[in-house]
């Protein structure tokens, strides 16, 4: 029963006002399941200022939360279930998925009036675990905290991390390793592979019911569309587009883009081999099951519309009842993604290097030179996020253009490159000084960098020391920010230092 409306609960944040609608949709859909108990819970992290966005008593749950956040004790008014997908795991289509080792504890309205998901991962079995224990370890659990929340206060679109708790009991990988549950939350977890699911099946009746169910949840503004199928084909996609856009602008790799990790709200989700790209090459792979570079940087957007592709194959009979219109609509709504993404990335790439937004101020040049200075710091096998930011200061007047040049393999490489940047900025409306102010405000001072990520993973599992893991926490919060204090964190790795490999939470 909702008790979303009721206003003493919501405003006391206790009992939690949970309204699962995603429960109240055909038995197909899900299966219902309880978490497993942990044996010795303990909180390790907990983010009172999500929990407080949420609506929850934040005191209430930190000083409960080993057992809230291990599935131990139930929250009131949840409905723990485990969602049905399907999905393209490296171009191999799997019929039936379905969260292993997730479990769904229910929908609130957050304090801006925004359905939100709160969902267990690492809690135990659920129907569709495939003979996997259904839990996590520590090392995982903690990358996807750290690096959601990064991703958070760099302003692209993600899940978010709750809390993390120790089960206090090993899960058994190549090595015993301790156990841990992660709570996540989410616009939702619906993803092109829930379509999938359905359409695989021929269950069209299905298919129609979670097309209305988003575009209720995500896509309200849909309702009235002539075709809101179509509508949502292309929000959806204008929405990854969007979203992969925004990865680039960072240097971040998802890793493991299959259709079944890929979100109908626009969220970034499952941080399993993901990484931030350090020196740039578009090439960059870190996921050690992507093999052939399927998912490397530079092919984000293409992977992006091959899953927009399996999206829209999933909706075609909605689209209309003759075949071959709903095919012809079908590629016409794929084809768009690219020209999405292309829009996208122009306005990324042009805030990195300060030019205005406007299009009336682009000149026929400019993509030529953002060619050239991307070519550049490939060629001389530079730091990409340190680059960019040494760029914004540069902004400023050649004094700051030593730095700069001191990222590259050939000092000077960038010069010629820096005279035709300051050429063209003269043309743009601004001062030097707000210019790199703007400049600073996209390009990050600080990523999560996988060797200092790494650092603080071998010291939480190998050590019970959590110090360096709420450090980086600390220093990922502020990404625009210089923090002096900790520019450590802001370097590039040394040689041995590098992380070339990183893996699934599995």
Known sequence: MSNATDPQRSEAGWP???????????????????????????LIAFNRALAEDLGLDADRLERHGAGYFSGNVPLPGSLPLAMAYAGHQFGQFVPQLGD???????????????????????????????RGDGRAALGPVLREYIV?????????????????????????RERPLPGAVFTRVAASHVRVGTFQFFAARGDTQNVRVLADHVVDRHYPELKGAENRYLALLDAVADRQAALIAKWLGVGFIHGVMNTDNMTI??????????????????????????????????NQPMIGQWNIARLAEALLALLSDDQDRAVE????????????????????IRAKIGLGADKADEADEDQGLIRD?????????????????????????????????????????????????????????????????????????????????EEALAAAVDHGDFSLFSALNDVLARPYEDQPAFSAYAVPPKPGEEITATFCGT
């Open 148 to 172: 959601s929340e990064a991703m958070h206060a760099l302003g692209i679109p993600t899940t978010r991390a709750l809390a993390a708790v120790a089960t206090g009991q090993p899960v058994y």
């Open 265 to 298: 709200s626009g969220e970034t989700i499952d941080f399993g081999p993901c990484a931030f790209m350090d020196r740039y090459d578009p090439r960059t792979v870190y996921s050690s099951i992507d093999r052939n570079g399927r998912y490397a940087f530079g």
């Open 16 to 42: 939690p006002a949970f309204d699962n609608s995603y429960a109240r949709l055909p038995d197909l859909f899900f299966a219902p399941v309880d978490p497993s108990p942990a044996e010795a819970p303990r």
């Open 329 to 348: 609509m079908a590629n016409e709504a794929v084809g768009r993604f690219m020209e999405r993404f292309q829009e996208h990335w122009k306005a990324v």
């Open 373 to 453: 200075l991307l070519v550049t710091l490939y060629e001389q096998k530079a730091d990409y996020t340190l680059a960019f930011r040494r760029l914004a200061d540069a902004a400023e007047g050649p004094a700051a253009d030593d730095a700069l040049q001191a990222l590259l393999e050939t000092p000077g490489a960038l010069a010629p490159w820096l005279s035709q940047w300051r050429a063209r900025l003269a043309r743009e409306a601004g001062t030097p000084g707000a210019r790199a102010t703007a400049m600073r405000r996209v390009n990050p001072a600080f990523i999560a960098r996988n060797h200092k990520v």
């Open 100 to 130: 292993g080792r997730a479990i769904l504890l229910g929908e609130v309205i957050d304090r801006a009036g925004r359905r939100r998901d709160i969902q267990l991962k690492g809690a135990g079995q659920t129907p569709y675990s495939r």
